[in-house]
């Protein structure tokens, strides 16, 4: 075999395909051509995705998850791998990459007059059968008088079990739904959706139905990259012992999963997988300016001690952590300008005067780059910065740059990319020496963001007294030398946050998930009084119960929110929800919005489940004094504070106040 070629398995003769309604990737042994239900050459059977989500659904254990997607995507792979990217697209339920903001967009009560209008039954009649959760059961009956087709309908339609339309045809509608835009854009949806159904059969798996999303819990969030697919694309450690075959997956998942970090775009990855082997992808796929990357976050920081502690020996500098937006600008060879927020999202509609900026600053021999930024309020009268608030109240979409109020100054702090030559691998000390020889500062434009390299507490402590007072948020302190790569989409240790109110309680606040509501009573009644929030465990992918909240809010806001949210009710909790009856809300909501939130501090409890098990074998952890703070509109659900770091600020904590009870047994000793 040549280097680089993808081992797949040999298209040896087979049987023919297995009917598709007996289609199943779970089953104990899979053979990626005996099993699979359509040919090689053939196109795949929307049906065989459809009954990997089942499948996936019903697992509960992560291991027998990835083994299923896995043994799906062999066969893709051996008898259709022209259509790989396809059926990733529908794992990930993005017609495109992240950057083009795509989303099928298709909510419950459009879904119920598409399907209407498929199966020519009323959406009222639909609805008194109950809700969408009875689907797969349902059509796993095909007797039941309701499921048999009307006379009129087309016979094609409703041939034979399985009959489904192939996957490389459904990216194509899905794309025009998702690019859909204006008034005419639910009807345009609809009518796909319900052509779509049509086509489907009358054998249909509950997917295509009973939801429009693949089961990861939240409607955007994809398979973690190098889960599922690695013993799907390499079949060649079969006959290896366990152990070996264990490394040597590990080692292809890293690969993977190093890749999609620098190139997150499945549509220029998978050609390259396909023609050179996983194994060549570093040389082939890296970073590329127009492609957004997933930023480094940082870790929250308690006390100027704890920071102090962390770094020991190694230089580190102190920068001012800006209160505003984060902007990811990309500068390609022809002159193109975009800018990405932190989640990957285009917002370079949004940012028509930064786009016009950038050139201007750019000093002479710069043709391309990646820089990291935050796009911050700015008044230009007093010239000084405003609250985030104000940016918030910018236009988002088809902005005029003429018409624009609120002006933005942007504070570089990070270069990634130059002139062809990815930094992300090199010291922030070398980083930031070329992001000052690369751009020329423009007051209340475009500037670097104020450092200080510093090594004592005192010094920390008065650059913080300084980063306050020119209306920042506190500061963030990176190691310069030691290191110092640039961690693409992780939350390192290597950056801390050190906020102004970290002597007031945690050093931090938390990103919280809204996953039910209480009725308001009093001055509150008719709308929602309180809610129940959550974090977001990764390990499990489900939302933990953390605290119900009532304060922080204006009357103003309170109706702005039951605004919101009484469209996300939801008739009973998510299987992927985790909490005790004993805060069960009024309403469950489905996981949609984050919020910032403050708190005095955390405690055990038996109540509330986040972090379970993490700190308490059988209580989880709860807020104290929780107040609403805003809505972080920039971060998806599964974005948010996550279990481990709740149970990390819960240990600081702790150590903290042991330490502080050892320094006054200490001094009580001494008088």
Not at 27 to 43: E, F, I, N, T, V
Not at 207 to 231: A, F, I, K, Y
């Amino acid at each position: 075999m040549p280097p680089g070629t993808l081992p797949v398995t040999p298209r040896t003769p087979s049987p023919p395909p297995l009917d598709p309604s007996q289609y199943d990737p779970a089953r104990s042994g899979y053979h990626p051509l005996r099993d699979a239900c359509w040919g090689p050459g053939q196109s795949v059977p929307y049906l065989a995705v459809a009954r990997t989500f089942e499948r996936i659904e019903e697992a509960s254990a992560r291991l027998k998850i990835i083994e299923t997607l896995s043994n799906f995507l062999r066969s893709v792979l051996a008898l259709s791998p022209g259509e790989l990217l396809p059926c990733l697209r529908l794992c990930l339920n993005r017609p495109g990459a992240a950057s083009e903001g795509l989303e099928l967009g298709i909510g419950e009560s459009l879904l119920t007059r598409a399907l209407a209008g498929s199966w020519r039954r009323s959406a009222a009649r639909r609805r008194t059968r109950g809700t969408w959760g009875w689907w797969p059961r349902a059509a796993a009956a095909p007797s039941a008088p309701w499921w048999r087709p009307p006379a009129s309908a087309p016979r094609a339609s409703w041939a034979s079990c399985g009959r489904w339309p192939p996957c490389r045809a459904t990216p194509r509608p899905a794309r025009r739904s998702a690019s859909s835009r204006g008034s005419s854009s639910p009807a345009g949806t609809r009518r796909r959706a319900t052509s779509s159904g049509r086509s489907a059969g009358s054998c249909a798996s509950g997917w295509p139905s009973s939801r429009c999303s693949p089961p990861w819990h939240t409607p955007s969030r994809s398979p973690p990259p190098g889960q599922g697919w690695p013993p799907a694309v390499l079949d060649a450690g079969q006959g290896m012992a366990p152990e070996a075959r264990r490394a040597w997956l590990e080692e292809q998942s890293r690969i993977l999963k190093q890749t999609f970090c620098e190139l997150p775009d499945y549509a220029a990855i998978v050609p390259v997988l396909l023609e050179h082997g996983l194994e060549q992808l570093p040389q082939h796929c890296g970073i590329t300016p127009g492609v957004p990357l997933k930023p480094m976050l940082a870790q929250p920081a308690r006390g100027v001690g704890e920071l102090l502690k962390r770094f020991e020996e190694a230089a580190f500098t102190c920068e001012y952590k800006y209160d505003g937006e984060r902007a990811q600008i990309h500068v390609l060879e022809n002159g193109a300008v975009f800018i990405y927020s932190r989640n990957q999202e285009n917002t370079t509609a949004k940012y028509p005067d930064l786009v016009d900026r950038i050139p201007k600053v750019l000093k002479p021999g710069v043709r391309s780059c990646i820089l990291d930024a935050e796009a911050v309020a700015w008044d230009r009268t007093t010239r000084q910065i405003q609250p985030f608030q104000v940016l918030m109240t910018r236009k988002r979409k088809d902005v005029d740059a003429a018409a624009i109020k609120v002006q933005v100054c942007l504070y570089a702090f990070d270069l990634l990319y130059l002139n062809g030559e990815p930094l992300v691998r090199q010291p922030l000390a070398a980083r930031r020496k070329l992001l000052r020889q690369s751009f020329e500062e423009v007051e209340g434009e475009f500037v670097f963001a104020t450092a200080a390299d510093t090594r004592s507490a005192e010094e920390v402590s008065d650059f913080l007294d300084k980063a306050i007072k020119a209306s920042c948020e506190g500061l963030m302190v990176k190691t310069l030398e030691v290191d110092a790569t640039y961690e693409i989409a992780k939350r390192s240790h290597k950056w801390l946050k050190l906020k102004k109110d970290y002597l007031d309680g945690l050093g931090d606040t938390l990103d919280l998930v809204v996953i039910g509501a209480y009725l308001g009573k009093g001055k509150r009644a008719g709308i929602y009084g309180g809610f129940l929030l959550a974090c977001y465990d990764e390990e499990s992918e489900e939302y933990q119960s953390i605290c119900k909240i009532g304060t922080g809010f204006t009357e103003e806001s309170l109706e702005k929110h039951y605004g919101f949210l009484k469209e996300h009710v939801l008739a009973q909790p998510r299987p992927y929800y985790r909490w005790d009856s004993g805060a069960a809300p009024d309403r469950w909501l489905a996981a949609v919005q984050v919020w910032e939130v403050k708190c005095g501090d955390l405690s055990i409890s038996p109540v509330y489940r986040a972090a379970v098990g993490l700190v308490d074998e059988e209580k989880g952890i709860s807020l104290r004094f929780p107040r609403f703070l805003r809505v972080r509109e920039d971060k998806k659900p599964e974005e948010a504070t996550s279990s481990t770091q709740v149970a990390e600020l819960y240990k600081k904590q702790q150590q903290i106040q042991n330490q502080q009870q050892a320094e006054k047994g200490e001094d009580e000793e001494f008088y």
